[in-house]
């Protein structure tokens, strides 16, 4: 029922702000109690849980991307949106935005990484950091 369709940027250059949008339709991003995550794969490497925002909008992000990671929504558009600022080539990856049920708020971190539970999943867009 639920689609989400990831759309951005394919090329950005070094230093700059990656700007990436995760339209979603069929259900709606302030229904309780699902979260609304974004993760990337480089390849070669596992997937990354990168951040999350939650049916409320309280946001949740992994600590080594906290510094340059701000997920936010925009509920009237039913759109979450994920900024990176000073990318670098290391941020090359497919970006895939997600959705979870969870309604732990305690151990609600331990859940949004938790890959293999989320229940949609966007096609992904991938993203080449390079000048």
């Known amino acids: 029922q639920v689609q989400l369709q990831e759309s951005g940027p394919g090329l950005v250059k070094p230093s700059q702000t990656l700007l990436l949008t995760c339209a979603v339709s069929g259900g709606s991003i302030t229904r309780s109690y699902y979260h609304w995550s974004w993760i990337r794969e480089a390849p070669g490497k596992e997937r990354e849980w990168m951040g999350a925002?939650?049916?409320?909008?309280?946001?949740y992000s992994s600590p080594s991307l906290r510094s340059r990671t701000s997920i936010s929504r925009d509920t009237s558009k039913n759109q979450i949106t994920l900024q990176l600022s000073s990318v670098t080539p290391e941020d090359t990856a497919k970006y895939y935005c997600a959705r979870i049920y969870v309604r732990s708020t305690a151990a609600v971190v331990t859940y949004l990484r938790d890959l293999k539970t989320y229940d949609s999943w966007g096609q992904g867009t991938q993203v080449t950091v390079s000048s």
């Open positions: 925002i939650a049916w409320s909008g309280k946001t």
